[in-house]
């Protein structure tokens, strides 16, 4: 079993709850298209039914799956904190064949219900469409309870692993071992196995497409900025370049 960290949700993550309200008519001016765009996505990602294939692996603590955003973004009016960061995302992950989905999905909530159930909203769901079953868990960012912000050991990866550790063990569930920090590469390669997006398989993604619709590199180049990349293939270059928008660091 591996858990990922958590991240933050400032920009689309993918699909992340299936909620299909237009934000265009229940957006409340203080809030830009993107950051209802964001937190949109992040839960219809989540709830993917093709993922998840029975509701009754999508529950939420102190929300409704279905209202989900709306009850988030109702707690950040309350408090007056609607900018900066709109949720944080992240999952567990189990070993092939180790648990069933109704396992998984309990220790999801186990976990959940633990770490942030007495002051955050969160959506917990497990999805089915990889060999490695996994939970994935959306938080607001504004606690209900008292108006502050996700902090400290409510979002930090070495603090929370040990309470995920602990509840595996207490259903018999292996864990991992003495995990070691800052290995990026096998990070982003787990979140990738997991079905989860990442900044370069998203970019991959539009390549593909790009790609598709081309006939000739300045077409190709086209057609990536229209998806928002910018590119640098001059042939003077080492290496060809792109940078996703809103990035500053070139793949």
Known sequence: MAVSKLWKVTE????????????????NPEYSQEEYQALKDVLAYAKDEEKTEREFFCEGINCNVTTARDQFITVKEQYGKTDGIQAYHGYLSFKENEVTPEQAQQI??????????????????????????????????????????????????????????????????????????????????????????TRYNNARKAIDEAIAMSHNLKQFQYELSVMGYHSNLSPNRKYATIIPKGGEKPI
């Open 12 to 27: 689309r993550l993918g699909q992340v709850i299936d909620y299909a309200t237009n934000p265009e008519k229940t957006a």
């Open 108 to 197: 999801g909530m186990e976990f959940a219900n633990k770490m942030w159930g007495e002051r955050f909203q969160v959506v917990v769901t497990t999805h089915l469409n990889t060999k490695h079953l996994h939970c994935h868990f959306v938080i607001n960012s504004v606690s209900f309870a008292d108006g502050k912000r996700l902090q400290n050991k409510e979002k930090s990866w070495y603090y929370f692993r040990h309470i995920a550790d602990e509840i595996c063990l207490e259903h018999k569930i292996s864990i991992v071992e003495n995990p070691k920090l800052h290995q990026s590469p096998k990070y982003l390669t787990k979140k990738d196995e997991a079905g989860m997006p």
